[in-house]
């Protein structure tokens, strides 16, 4: 397959018939791998993860691969940069295809098996790109704040990565430095999420599960064992709450079907006439990639709300937590009654789904 060369998404865009486009939209782009919702990833190709589905079009020597001269995304994320990277070195990436999907799956959903043998690498990869990007650059979503678009500030995290990915890859101890804070207190939270200080209360009949645990923790143990559910209800000690969509239902799944987002408007107006704290309960909207509902005591913005629980505050409620968690489960149960898991919903579909609860 001929060598790709890594194109930032501006420059792309005058070439996008010779360039692959990876977890991202670029009209008319030699091929587009990317699980964005209605994005037109050949159904071959479709995948969980953006990164997933390169792997699949290298498996398959997919002729768009073969023809094409570019790489490109339009922003950086452990998902799209790990296919960025695979498309560049397709037969690195075969060779630790499995292991590069547990970094995506992670990365993009915060779900993974800790048992898998691929686990602890995995989360060390992860956690090493996570760190250097805060490091030299900036955090996720945090580019407008620094009045740049995320597209063009992006290049440079590709610039520094790409060169820089497979030498951890191979010997994550290269590493060690940036990853070794993160993965210790990821660690640690997944012992909490193990001990019997948490309880989970799953409900697979509407995709919720509910997590019992005495504090905030980060993403990476909180949801790293809801694999098949879509919303998350985290119930820490002093009746704090917070409420979330996963990342699983903004993109298209391939591995499973999922119910559509809802909006929380009914939900809201329940917990509010209960709440007696002053603070008011607010939610954001279902084409949010994560939204959150919680108690509104200081709005938090796009880079707070895509930070792991315990680096944000989260404020006591009046409401009891098994009153709590009774009033969602009870939400979603009368709202999904007659709506029926499915692959690839639209956006329009969504929306309608939505409209019709009232």
Known sequence: MPQLTFLPFGEARRHAAETVVVDSILPRAALTLAHWRGAPTPTAFQDDTSAGSVLRAIA???????????????????????????????????????????????????????????????????????AEEKARFYEPFGAPARRRREDE??????????????????????????????????????AVMHSPATQLHRYPEIGLVVVHTPAPLPYYALFGDTAGCDIVLSCYAGQRYELEYKYTTWVDLESRPTRPRLPLDGLLAQLNARETSGQPWAADGVTDTGPLLRLNGRRLSKVQRYADPDQRPIYPSSITAQEMEQTVAAFFRQHYAHIGPRRYWTWDEVRAAGAAIG
Request: proline fraction near 6%.
């Open 153 to 190: 500030a992006s290049a440079e995290k590709f610039d520094w990565f790409l060169p820089r990915f497979a030498e951890v890859l191979q010997n994550p101890e290269t590493g060690r430095a940036a990853w070794q804070p993160e993965y210790d207190r990821v660690r640690a939270a997944v």
């Open 60 to 130: 398959a020597s997919v002729p768009g691969l073969q023809a094409a001269r570019y790489v490109t995304a339009n922003h950086f994320d452990v998902d799209g940069f790990v296919g960025v990277w695979a498309a560049l070195h397709p037969e690195q990436a075969a060779a630790h295809a499995e292991l590069l999907r547990l970094v995506a799956v992670l990365g993009d959903f915060r779900e993974i098996d800790w048992q898998h043998p691929l686990a602890d690498h995995a989360l060390k990869l992860v956690c090493w790109l996570n």
